[in-house]
C-alpha cells in the first residue's frame, strides 16, 4: 500500500509540474508556433476544432457619456450592415449663475450667435459633405436632469426637435483642417454654425440675471438646448465624431457695449460651454438592416459561414464548440480563438476601405443558468492591468491573408478556460463576440477564487467609439477565412 501511494503521490507531482511548465509557454499576443517544435517540446501537437455560429442583434441598452465621443450624420449605402442615422440633443450653459451679460442693455449692440463643435473626424465616405440641421428642442419635451439616454431608444424618450435655430449648415470634411485666427481664439476643428438672430437678441438683451439667468433651473426651461441632425435623403454616407467636453465644443455670442457709460465701445464674446455635472446630452443612434446583407443572417441562421459584429449598438456572434464536450485530458500549452474579416471583393477601394473594422471585439461567455454575459473563466483577468487585456487578446491585428492586404483579424487566448473544461470538468459555456463602447459583464476570478464576482465595465478605453466600427467575419463553416480554435497540448 505504502509503494502505491509513492507512486500516487509522484504521479501528481509529475503531472502539476508538467502543467506548471506548460503555462510557461502561453504567449502575450499570437502564438510562437516554432517554440514547440524544438528540441525540447515534450511531443506538442496542434489540433483544430469547428466552430459554429450564428449572428443575433445585441440587445443592449448603450448610454454615451459625455466623456465619450458623439456621432451625427447617416451612413445610407452601406450594403452589407444597411443604414444608420445618428442625431445629437444637447446643453450649452453659461458658466455661473446668475449670469449676466456685460454691460446695460440699452448699450449692448447683438452681433451674432454661433453654435461651435468640437470636430474630432469621421467615419464613412468623406468624398461628400454632410449638410447639418439645427434646431432648438422642442420645450415640450426637455432633457431631464440627471438621465443617461440609451442611444438605441429614440422613441422611449419622445424628444423632439423644435423650431428652427439657423440655416442648414453643408460641412466639407476638407474644411475641417481650416483655421480659426482672430482676436478672441487661435483654434482648427471646428464646426461652425451660425444661428438665427432672433437667437442672439434672446441670449443677450431679452434674458437677464433677474429673469432666466437667474439659476439653472430658469435657464434650463426657457432654452432646453439644441437638437442636431442630418437627412438620409440628402445622400451623404459618413458619421462625424464630435466632443462635448473639449474647448471647440461651445455656443459664442458675439456682442459690442459701451460698458462703462463712455462713449467708447468694445466688441466682446461671451462663451456657453458643455457642463459635464449641469448638461444634458442624448446622442441617438437608429440601424436600419432592412435589404443588406446582414439581414438575410439574423437570428436563426445557424451554423452561418459568415457572421457580422457591428459596434454597439450593433450585432453580437453565438459561437459553439461542440468538440469541447470530448476533448480529452491533456495538457494544453494554448488554446486560441481565431477570427477573420472577409474582405467584400466588389467594394475592395469603396464601403470595404472606409467601412472599417472595430478596434476591438471583446469574446465573453453566456452562462444559461442567470442568463447574462460573463467573462471567459479563468482568461479574462480584467483591464487594471493592460499585459491581462493584451494577453487575453481582441485588438485588431491587420493581416495579409489569401491573397488580401489589411485583413482584420482577432484573436483570444482561451487556455485556462479550456484547461479547466478538460481537467476539472469546469462548466461548458457558449462564446459571445461583439463590440462594445460603453457595457457592463459579470466579472469571475479565476479558479480557484471562482466564487467570487463582480462587475466588469466595458468602456470606450478599450478603443471603440460610438457606432464606429463594422466587420464582416468567416464563420465557422467559411471556406477561406474559417473561424476555428485552435489548440496546443501535450497528451498525458
Known sequence: MAIINIFRRGTYILFFSLLLISCTRIGTSELGVDDFFGKDAIDTRDTLLAVETETIVLEDSLRIYP??????????????????????????????????????????????????????????????????????????TPLEVGKYYASNYANAYNLRKGVTAGNPKLFDF????????????????????????SIAVELLKTYDSNGVYRNDTTFRNAFPGFALSTIAADNHNALIKLALLDSNTKLALYYSTSATGSVTRDTLVTYFRFNYYASQNANFIQRNRAASEIA??????????????????????????????????????????????????ARLSTTDSYMTAPNYLFLG??????????????????????QFLLQFGGQKISKSLNGYSNVATYNFNVSRYVQGLIARTDSLFDFRLYAPVNDSVKFVQPYPFNKIQSTEY???????????????????????????????????
Do not use: C, W
Not at 453654435?115 to 415640450?140: A, E, R, W
Not at 461567455?365 to 493592460?386: E, F, I
Open 458 to 492: 466595458l468602456s470606450t478605453s478599450l478603443g471603440n467609439q460610438p457606432a464606429i466600427g463594422r466587420v464582416r467575419l468567416g464563420g465557422g463553416s467559411h471556406s477561406k477565412f474559417r473561424m476555428r480554435l485552435r489548440i496546443y497540448y501535450t497528451n498525458l
Open 67 to 140: 466623456t465619450d465621443l458623439h456621432v451625427l450624420g447617416d451612413i445610407s449605402n452601406d450594403p452589407i450592415f444597411g443604414k444608420t442615422s445618428a442625431a445629437l440633443f444637447l446643453q450649452l450653459k453659461p458658466i455661473f449663475y446668475p449670469f449676466y451679460i456685460k454691460g446695460t442693455k440699452d448699450s449692448i449692440v447683438v452681433d451674432s450667435a454661433v453654435l461651435i463643435l468640437s470636430y474630432q473626424g469621421f467615419y464613412g465616405d468623406s468624398s461628400k459633405p454632410v449638410k447639418i440641421y439645427v434646431n432648438k428642442i422642442d420645450p415640450t
Open 365 to 386: 461567455v453566456y452562462d444559461t443558468a442567470t442568463k447574462q454575459l460573463r467573462t471567459v473563466p479563468n482568461d479574462y483577468l480584467g483591464q487594471s492591468n493592460p
Open 174 to 197: 476638407a474644411s475641417a483642417k481650416d483655421s480659426i485666427n482672430d482676436r478672441f481664439e487661435n483654434a482648427r476643428g471646428q464646426i461652425r454654425l451660425k444661428l438665427n438672430q
Open 296 to 345: 438575410s443572417h439574423l437570428n436563426g441562421f445557424a451554423k452561418d459561414s459568415l457572421v457580422y459584429v457591428q459596434t454597439s449598438p450593433g450585432t453580437m456572434v453565438k459561437i459553439k464548440v461542440p468538440g469541447l464536450k470530448t476533448f480529452g485530458n491533456k495538457i494544453i500549452h494554448r488554446a486560441e480563438l481565431i477570427a477573420e474579416q472577409v474582405p467584400d471583393d
